[in-house]
């Protein structure tokens, strides 16, 4: 074989190399699909363990009803939701909501996002995911995306099932509020569901804020749990009230003002506060998971 031949021979096996360095056919934008990210969260014990959770804490609200549970109401400086939970199953659904607004959202949200990316760290293919190769902010965005469906899919069918099965133990009737406000079912839903966006948007900042501790520990119990005590500790300093204004600058304040929804007619005052305020957390928190991911060291 001539020299001619052998440089012939290796330009066909050799892989063409683009200008920029990177193989033909490499594009950026087709790796690590939403679609696959999500396929693979969704198919996870931990995922699958938030959403039987979510099906099975209204059966049991029922249950503990049904069975008689304290008549005490519970104290809230808005709306009192305990007195007419058994009112219907939109009823139900309110009360539902407002159980689970301090604590098992929190949790829920900063388990999804926190867990992202120190659990890929921790089982040591995150490396690997980036050595694809799968751009940094790529990959931060689709985590972060995926996250977010989680959550909100937790958020929704905990609702749908509150709303399915109160209706089936208390019936499909009318809104009946505390104070006496009587909301028809069609208005009921469409306020149902201003509460539900309220609540996907404002717990972005446990998720968000979970999210970059995930950027910084290779121990998803870390950030996890890092974010869920932050919140916890906000939520104590908010009952003293010598802090004045100030509480209402914390990451907790309207956490509730999705109620205001009840009131006839609607003051969303306090509501559009809460969500301008959660965005900026949000946003801040979100700038910050990218710009330490962008900067870390990646050896797990």
């Given at each position: 074989m001539t020299t001619t031949d052998e440089g012939a021979d290796m330009a066909i096996s050799a892989p063409h190399v683009q200008p920029?360095?990177?193989?033909?056919?490499?594009?950026?934008?087709?790796?690590?699909?939403?679609?696959?990210?999500?396929?693979?969260?969704?198919?996870?014990?931990?995922?699958?363990?938030?959403?039987?959770?979510?099906?099975?804490?209204?059966?049991?609200?029922?249950?503990?009803l049904k069975l008689g549970a304290s008549e005490e109401a519970a104290e809230n400086s808005r709306i009192n939701l305990v007195?007419?939970?058994t009112s219907s199953g939109l009823n139900f659904t309110l009360f539902v909501l407002f159980a689970t607004t301090g604590f098992f959202l929190v949790v829920v949200y900063?388990?999804?996002?926190?867990?992202?990316?120190?659990?890929?760290?921790?089982w040591g293919s995150l490396r690997y995911t980036l050595a694809t190769p799968v751009p940094r902010m790529r990959l931060l965005r689709q985590k972060w995306l995926a996250a977010f469906v989680q959550s909100v899919g937790a958020l929704l069918v905990l609702a749908a099932v509150a709303v399915v099965a109160g209706g089936i133990a208390f019936g499909f009737g009318d809104i009946q509020t505390p104070v006496g406000?009587?909301?028809?079912?069609?208005?009921?839903?469409?306020?149902?569901?201003?509460?539900?966006?309220?609540?996907?948007?404002?717990?972005?900042?446990?998720?968000?804020?979970?999210?970059?501790?995930?950027?910084?520990t290779d121990a998803p119990l870390a950030a996890v749990g890092g974010a869920v005590f932050t919140m916890f500790v906000f939520a104590i300093l908010d009952q003293v009230e010598q802090l004045g204004a100030?509480?209402?600058?914390?990451?907790?304040?309207?956490?509730?003002?999705?109620?205001?929804?009840?009131?006839?007619?609607?003051?969303?005052?306090?509501?559009?506060?809460?969500?301008?305020?959660?965005?900026?957390?949000?946003?801040?928190?979100?700038a910050l998971a990218f710009r330490h991911f962008a900067r870390r060291d990646v050896t797990s």
């Open positions: 920029t360095g990177a193989v033909a056919g490499y594009r950026p934008e087709r790796t690590l699909r939403l679609s696959v990210e999500l396929r693979r969260q969704f198919k996870r014990r931990r995922t699958i363990g938030v959403f039987a959770l979510m099906v099975a804490l209204p059966l049991i609200l029922i249950a503990a007195d007419v939970a900063a388990l999804c996002f926190g867990d992202s990316v120190a659990s890929e760290a921790q406000v009587t909301l028809g079912q069609g208005e009921g839903m469409l306020r149902l569901a201003g509460m539900l966006g309220y609540l996907a948007v404002h717990l972005l900042v446990v998720g968000t804020l979970a999210f970059w501790f995930s950027t910084i100030i509480r209402d600058w914390f990451p907790t304040a309207e956490e509730f003002a999705w109620t205001d929804l009840l009131q006839t007619p609607v003051d969303s005052a306090d509501m559009f506060r809460g969500v301008i305020q959660s965005l900026v957390y949000a946003s801040i928190f979100t």
